[in-house]
């Protein structure tokens, strides 16, 4: 393992109550970061695998399935033709990320990409031909999405976001 990148095997501690804490904090902190300048600080993810090589970085609002509330996340993308594709890693944690069950329930939504507001997209999670082109794409986006997958007993979903007018 080097200086700046994952251990192979789950660190203990990875789904703590703590943890989660500060990813929350973290993800608000980023979001707010990012609607403030536009997207010219916060569009770049530089942790991990992201330290010698940024990956870049969007906001997703989704719409809760049970609040009816709206929320922003922001998460790593991968351009593909007119498409935007992102992964419900969760870091390698057991459940997929919230974010995913809402696009699921509601799959009309918005995107931020920096200098780019209210991009309106459809989600759909992608089958499992399309996920095997997919993969190993994300995999050179952010090497860590690999050893996420190793972490987890899940298949991690990959969620393509289509434009719509």
């Given amino acids: 393992m080097g200086r700046f990148s994952l251990p192979e095997q789950k660190p203990d501690g990875l789904d703590s109550p703590v943890t989660a804490k500060v990813m929350k904090y973290g993800a608000k902190a980023q979001v707010a970061v990012f609607r403030l300048t536009g997207g010219r600080i916060g569009s770049t993810w530089r942790v ?58 509601d799959p009309e939504t918005r995107i931020h990409l920096k200098g780019r507001r209210d991009v309106p997209v459809t989600a759909r999670v992608a089958d499992g031909a399309e996920r095997a082109a997919l993969w190993p794409r994300l995999v050179e986006l952010y090497a860590d999405f690999a050893k996420y997958q190793a972490w987890t007993d899940r298949e991690i979903p990959v969620v393509v976001l289509s434009p719509r007018p």
């Fill in 48 to 105: 991990g695998a992201g330290f010698r090589k940024p990956v870049p970085t969007l906001l997703l609002e989704h719409r809760g399935r049970k609040s009816g509330r709206r929320f922003t996340t922001p998460l790593l993308y991968l351009r593909s033709g007119e498409d935007v594709v992102i992964v419900a890693s969760q870091g390698g944690l057991p459940r997929h990320p919230q974010w995913y069950f809402n696009l699921v329930a």
